[in-house]
């Protein structure tokens, strides 16, 4: 590949995203191709959360869940999500984390269907989906008779459209895998799910704020999303939950907090649920989270007069393709394979690499010179590309690094072997 850094430096005077940039407290010498993870500290946030405390909780203390808007800051947060992921105003709260929220949603979604057909009692998902979904999955399986069947990607549509079908009563899948980056055809499957009579819960953990999503196109019944990945809302952000407005005084909360209740400051004795997807608060929003995640929701907005997720989508598979490509052509004969998907339509915003040995030690030493991925067992290399924040010219001193690490044999040192609690 004839590629040279000055054609990615060119790449990036023309273009029309760079601006976005600007928004980040990117740290000095530093690549980071970890916002999957854990997204970038946005400008914005430390005044907004300074601010938060010191007036509306320091000086306005309890009257600021009126007068700042603390009460109804799950849906205004929510609506802004909701532009990102093709849903409507009033559809999508931002609550909890995305395993209580995935909690909530297949039991309301089981709920459902064993209402309506009892006869079904399988979710199906995939081998390689988050472990928290698979345990979450599994353990609701068991509370309501029913089993978790775990298959492989290609094995979905066959499984849905077979002589079987008839026993599904969900299908629960993530967008874009956390491991490979390979992205499903929401529209395609849900079809298939509804199809067979069963009911669709999409993750979007890895595609709000990272690929387009229309969550109303693809005719999905239930969604789930994190805040703290491409959304940029700080560690440990809140996640987020939709219903399709077609169930929205159908489902039902397990977690029946005073927060989802219809009217919380009547303290009655007992639960009735808000209307729509507001039933999916439980308990008391953390604000100073909240703040902090609006700022990070607010820099993927930014991009709507730039051309949205529609242009950062092609920005990011843009910069997925240019990583790939250079790893295959400069990499070349040290054992590194390309895992995503070369195919625009099945890849996510990331690309991951394989090795048979040192994978770990491949992204400490990485780290070490200020190229952060991460590693996801047992032989991932796992790179994100975040369009918002990142530059061609990082896409190719990446992969320079890279080059570096593994022609040099520098990753065989031993302190770079030792395994950290989060990897
Ligand atoms: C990151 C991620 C989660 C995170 O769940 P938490 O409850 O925030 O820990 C869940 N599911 C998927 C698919 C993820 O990628």
Known sequence: MSLTRDDCAARDRKDPLAPLREQFELPHGVIYLDGNSLGVLPRETPARVAQVIAQEWGADLIRSWNSAGWMTLPQRIGDKIARLVGAGAGELVVADATSIN????????????????????????????????????????????????LLEPEELLPRLQGP??????????????????????????????????????????????????????????????????????????????????????????????????????????????????????????????????????????????????????????????????????????????????????????????????GAYAIVQALIGRGVIGDFRAPDVLRFGFTPLYLRFVDVWDAVEQLHQVVASGEWCDARFAARAAVT
């Not at 199906?124 to 979904?133: A, I, K």
């Open 164 to 357: 079987h079908g008839a026993d599904v009563a969900l299908l629960m899948l993530t967008h874009v895998n956390y491991r490979t980056g390979r992205m499903h055809d929401m529209a395609a499957l849900t079809a298939a799910a509804h199809a067979a009579g069963a009911t669709a819960v999409w993750d979007l953990a890895h595609s709000a704020g990272a690929v387009a999503v229309d969550l109303h196109a693809a005719n999905a019944d239930f969604a789930v999303g994190c805040g703290y990945k491409y959304l940029n809302g700080g560690p440990g952000a809140p996640a987020f939950v939709w219903a399709h407005p077609r169930h929205a005084d159908r489902f039902r909360q397990p977690l029946s907090g005073w927060i989802g209740h219809a009217a919380p400051f009547e303290f009655t004795p007992d639960y009735r649920p808000a209307p729509g997807i507001a039933r999916y608060l439980c308990g008391t929003p953390p604000i100073l989270s909240m703040a902090a995640l609006e700022c990070g929701v607010d820099t993927v907005l930014a991009a709507e007069p730039l051309g949205g997720m529609a242009a950062l989508r092609s920005k990011s598979l843009e910069m997925t393709r240019l990583f790939a490509d250079l790893v295959e052509s400069r990499c070349a004969g040290h054992g590194l394979r390309v895992v995503s998907p070369r195919d625009d339509a099945l890849r996510g915003s990331q690309v991951c690499l394989a090795r048979d040995d």
């Open 102 to 149: 995935l909690y909530k949603v297949l039991a309301a979604a089981l709920a459902m269907q064993q209402a309506d057909a009892p006869g079904r009692t399988v979710i199906v998902s995939e081998r390689s989906n988050f472990p928290t979904d698979l345990y979450i999955a599994d353990s609701l399986a068991q509370q309501h008779g029913c089993r978790l069947e």
